[in-house]
Nanobody
């Protein structure tokens, strides 16, 4: 059974930083694209950042230049480094693993940016 477990969320002041991690239990982790999504209260889930198998990266316009997605295939882990956090970044952040036939989500980790 595939499991994705996010961690690293919490409460941070505006301008602060957090690093989210997503530990994945799956074989051949490197064969999957990975991504981070978020959902704020009353809003739809949206893409934050996505990395393909080949390493191509897409960022949402709202986070480009502040957030960085990375992966460690040896550790089956995906990371999201978030700098310059803003109150508008407050949301539940979800990790996603996907290929042409499968799609897996974690349970999410809460990020709250507030003074």
């Amino acid at each position: 059974q595939v499991q994705l477990v996010e961690s690293g969320g919490g409460l941070v002041q505006p301008g602060g930083s957090l690093r989210l991690s997503c530990a994945v239990s799956i074989s051949i982790f490197g064969h999957y694209a990975v991504g981070w999504y978020r959902q704020a209260p009353g809003k739809q889930r949206e893409l934050v950042a996505r990395m393909t198998i080949g390493g191509s990266i897409i960022y949402a316009d709202s986070v480009r230049g502040r957030f960085t997605i990375s992966r460690d295939n040896a550790k089956n882990t995906v990371y999201l480094q978030m700098n310059g956090l803003e109150p508008e970044d407050t949301a539940v952040y979800y990790c996603r693993l996907s290929d042409s036939v499968a799609n897996y989500w974690g349970q999410g980790t809460q990020v709250t940016v507030s003074s």
